[in-house]
């Protein structure tokens, strides 16, 4: 019997490999290692769960087979070492590497586990690595849609050997086909796998109350086959919302002192707390849980929550062996850090079958979980959405407590893809017939919403490509400009664009026709009345332009004003809710947004903007202050007004109320102004009969116009938009002489020394890095200062609305020196960037200066978190925030100590990256 033209004969290596797993191929597994045996790459899409990273150990044993190379990244570390561990256990620890930017074990093995970061530098700096390379595995590949780090992938696509086959590993996004598309044009013959079936089927529930519904009627069906809501969930929940309106006209309760209480609304609703909905799993036999909270703070007070409750989900078997793990886990852990780690009530909730995971954990306290979670010994873990992304973490049940989270702005409803991820943990292959997802009802839920995610089983993958700095360097001196220019329009970004144009074009084609239309009906595209409401739009742009001029004009002499104040002057607030005499008690710093303390005659203080002030006369006097005012102490502040009130007598003093009358006539001052409304008064269009309705004809003509007019621009923008924005970073480059342009086109373009520098820094900030090296703006820092200055461009304060800026706090010459340079560089940096109209680089935040310092001097954990509430807010950062930001702080020290060209700053990075890993940060979690 001969076999079909698409398998292979029984001696292939996939019949070998298939051979040793205790599974059979699913189809999609089967298609997707047939493609690459037969030498093709492939991108596999396929949910969570469903087994994609088999496809990934094929290319593994395929490389090996041949006695070749295979690289297998991952986007975050964690994930790494996760899959290290896999591969280690099937093909022993000799032929498997890791490379994780801060670990590097057996690096010079055939198969090589890495974050894609690593293999990105590795083909920049052409590294021999790469030499006998045949394989490379991008696993969770969708991450290319990340702001932060998609570019990277897009990088090591565009830049791979073409000899080498690239096997991709995504999540179901929609538009798997354009994403195969766009690889098949820069990595040649590839195979797209789309599967869209769970091998474990997944289960919809609402919980309300304590009651567990289906969300779908599963035996009924709508006309076009869509699932229907379940009839039952339906009538309970109005039968409740019912109940509760009911409620609304019962007589209020009276209060303590027998009186009516009018602001107590009965309600029946009460949400099940977190001990109650773990209980109704567990009676249904729904645990091992993962329930979703969208804050870090939730997840851990969700922990707490149920550790006051009787709520034990382990027996003494499972805690002995809990207890076993972590102290294997956690015995290097110094025992005088355990209490602000918070390691006791961990330790508990772990025993007791419960714990939270979140990015603000310790990383080993993280990854101890995640052990615990995956042998079935911890039962319910509360979680943010970050374990969505990749950690193998998969649960029986996934419990949503809400729809809606905070996206860094505003929160905002879940999209359907990002339901179908979380959701996507429920059902454990191989141990779970089925799994299931609940969501947890209140009274603003409408199971219509819930089954609009449920059954919207995808989602777009949209590339964050951009050339960086870093990025630009490294192609002019890889390949030169015009065919650096060549590959970023072979980008996903720009494929993407393009496409999008072919729309744009239909949409101005369309405005083109409207245009027409609208123009015949006021007698042709020449009309007078075209013309004429032309003229009444420049106008009243012209009035409008005047206003925010003398608006700015205004708001810039309160800005000098206020900065011109010094301490004891008296002044007049003519503006806002503080109205009336103040005395300065603090002159402002700032003298761009200038914001001075101030006391009113009313015993209120604070800082004053130009919302307050306006500047328009000059103080009224001066008065003596103590040399220390305790403004927050109300006694201080009673005496101080007192005070006031006494030296302003006999002052004159204008009312605050009286505001400055702006003449009728003062927007006529414009000639241009004057002589656009003559030409409107002279127009023939202006003494037409039916002149408004004819105007309002024209004024839609405009309005389609402009329209069309934004169409066109976005068209042009999305034509070749990369290379254009890589030409501006280039002008940028040459311009702070990192490139050096040969001539006057800059056809032939080179990597200065500076230039070779900025090629070896990987930061988000990598441009302020360089020009800080070379301008040695940190020369003769200390170690820990170093540790310091460099923690300030890698920093980014977490759900601020900018960088903290603390240099009254910081401890010592040198590194106020720094920091001050740092800045200042920053400030130069960002205006050149506005004028090359590149998305400015973000200013340093200075709010782990304290705290890296101390740790670096001290090695003491609960001082260097204090030191880490920058603002004074009572806030510290979390252990596993304070060790995470450590590590970027050591992976820069790490790129400054290979690059600096002073040796002495050299020298001073090596020492601080040994005073920097010591202690919890040391202690891996991997």
């Known amino acids: 019997m001969t076999n079909p033209p698409d398998t292979l004969p029984g001696s292939s290596e996939l019949a070998r490999f298939a051979a ?39 290319a593994v044993h395929l490389a090996l087979a041949a006695g070749r190379k295979c690289f297998y990244t991952t986007p975050i570390k964690a994930l790494s070492n996760q899959k290290h561990t896999d591969l280690v256990r099937r093909y022993g620890p000799e032929r498997i590497g890791l490379l994780t930017g801060d670990m590097s074990v057996n690096s010079d093995a055939p198969v090589v586990v890495m974050t894609t970061e ?37 990088e090591v696509i565009l830049h791979l050997p073409e000899d080498v086959r690239l096997v991709s590993l995504s999540a179901t996004v929609s538009n798997a086909e354009e994403f195969g598309g766009w690889i098949q044009t820069v990595r040649g013959d590839t195979t797209v796998v789309v599967d869209e079936h769970r091998p474990v089927p997944l289960w919809q529930h609402v919980l309300v109350g304590k009651r567990m519904f289906d969300l779908f009627d599963y035996d009924a069906r709508s006309a076009d086959s869509q699932l ?45 707390s977190r001990p109650d909905v773990i209980t109704a799993l567990d009676q249904e036999g729904l645990l091992p849980a993962i329930t979703f909270v969208f804050s870090r703070a939730g997840c851990d007070a969700a922990v707490k929550q149920c550790l006051r409750s009787s709520l034990r989900l382990t027996t ?67 979680a943010t959405e970050t374990l969505a992304l990749g950690i193998n973490m998969p649960a029986r049940t996934v419990v949503l407590e809400r729809l809606v989270k905070f996206n860094g702005e505003q929160h905002a409803p879940l999209t359907p893809g990002e ?6 943990r429920a059902g454990r292959r191989g141990i779970d017939i089925e799994g299931h997802a609940v969501v947890l009802w209140h009274p603003d839920l409408e199971p219509a919403e819930v089954a609009g995610l449920a059954s919207t089983r995808t989602f777009p993958l949209k590339s964050s490509f951009a050339p960086s700095y870093n990025m630009t360097i490294n192609l002019v001196q890889q390949m030169g400009p015009e065919a650096a220019r060549r590959l970023l329009e072979r980008s996903f970004a720009q494929y993407q664009a393009d496409r999008s144009v072919v729309g744009l074009v239909r949409g101005a084609e369309r405005g083109d026709r409207m245009l027409d239309e609208i123009a015949s009906e006021l007698g042709g595209p020449d009309s007078p009345m075209i013309d004429y409401v032309r003229l009444r739009a420049k106008i009243s742009e012209r009035e409008r332009a005047q206003a925010r001029a003398s608006r700015l004009q205004r708001r810039g002499a309160a800005t000098d004003a206020l900065a011109a104040l010094r301490r004891g002057d008296i002044i007049t607030i003519t503006q806002g809710r503080r109205g009336g005499l103040a005395v300065v008690l603090e002159a402002a710093i700032d003298s761009d947004d200038p914001r001075p303390l101030v006391l009113t005659e009313d015993r209120w203080a604070g800082r004053i ?128 002489g990192f490139i050096d342009a040969r001539d006057s086109e800059s056809r032939d373009l080179n990597a200065t020394d500076d230039g070779r520098l900025l090629a070896r820094i990987y930061s988000e900030s990598d441009l302020l890095v360089a020009e800080c090296l070379r301008t040695g703006a940190w020369n003769g820092l200390a170690p820990a200062e170093l540790a310091a200055v460099l923690s300030a461009v890698v920093f980014e304060t977490r759900g601020s609305d900018g960088p903290v800026s603390q240099a009254h706090e ?75 930001w450590c590590r970027q702080v050591l992976d820069l020290l790490d790129q400054v100590r290979n690059a600096a060209p002073h040796p002495p700053l050299r020298a001073a990075a090596k020492r601080a990256i040994d005073d920097v890993r010591r202690g919890v940060v040391a202690v891996d979690g991997g």
């Open 20 to 58: 040793e797993l205790p599974f059979a191929l699913d189809g999609f597994q089967q298609r997707s290692c047939e493609a690459l045996e037969r030498g093709h790459g492939v991108l596999v899409c396929a949910p969570t769960g469903a087994g994609k990273t088999v496809v990934g150990e094929f």
């Open 118 to 154: 690593v293999l990105r530098n590795m083909l920049y700096a052409n590294s021999p690595a790469l030499h006998g390379l045949s394989h490379v595995v991008m696993d969770e590949v969708h991450f290319l849609a990340d702001r932060m780090r998609g570019a990277v992938w897009e």
């Open 228 to 272: 229907l809501v379940d009839p039952d969930l339906v009538r309970h929940i109005a039968h409740r919302r019912e109940a509760e309106r009911l409620t609304d006209f019962r007589p209020p309760k009276s209060d303590r002192r027998g009186g009516p209480n009018r602001n107590h609304r009965p309600t029946l609703y009460r949400p099940p």
């Open 316 to 382: 003494d078997k499972d805690r002995a062996r809990i207890a076993e793990v972590i102290d294997r886990r956690c015995g290097d852990l110094p025992d005088s850090d355990l209490e602000v780690l918070g390691y006791y009530e961990w330790r508990e909730g772990l025993l007791r079958g419960l714990a939270a995971h979140h990015a603000g954990m310790l990383p080993i306290f993280r990854h101890t979980v995640e052990e615990l979670f995956t042998a079935g010994l911890v039962k319910a873990v509360f």
């Open 419 to 424: 339901f179908t991820q979380l959701t996507g």
């Open 609 to 736: 903007s130009s919302a307050d002030y306006s500047g328009s006369a000059p103080p009224l006097g001066t008065m003596a202050l103590p040399k220390r005012v305790e403004h927050r102490q109300p006694r201080v502040r009673r005496d101080l007004a007192s005070a006031l009130r006494s030296a302003a007598a006999g002052l004159s003093v204008p009312s605050a109320k009286r505001k400055r009358a702006t003449p009728a006539d003062e927007l006529d001052i414009d000639p241009e102004l004057i002589t656009l409304r003559a030409a409107m008064q002279s127009h023939p269009a202006h003494r037409v009969a039916d002149r408004e309705a004819q105007a309002r004809i024209g004024e839609r003509y405009l309005r389609v116009e402009r329209d069309n007019a934004a169409l066109r621009q976005k068209i042009a923008s999305a034509t070749n938009s990369l290379a254009r924005t890589f030409d501006r970073i280039v002008g940028l480059l040459t311009e702070r």
């Open 810 to 884: 910081v401890p010592t010459a040198g590194l106020r020196r720094a920091l001050a340079q740092t800045r200042r560089l920053s400030g130069q940096l960002r205006a050149d960037e506005i004028r090359h109209r590149i998305t400015p680089t973000r200013e340093p935040d200075e709010g782990f200066v304290a705290a890296v310092y101390r740790w670096a001097t001290t090695g003491d954990l609960a001082s260097a978190l204090q030191a880490s509430d920058a603002t004074g807010s009572g806030t510290q950062l979390s252990a596993g925030d304070f060790v995470r």
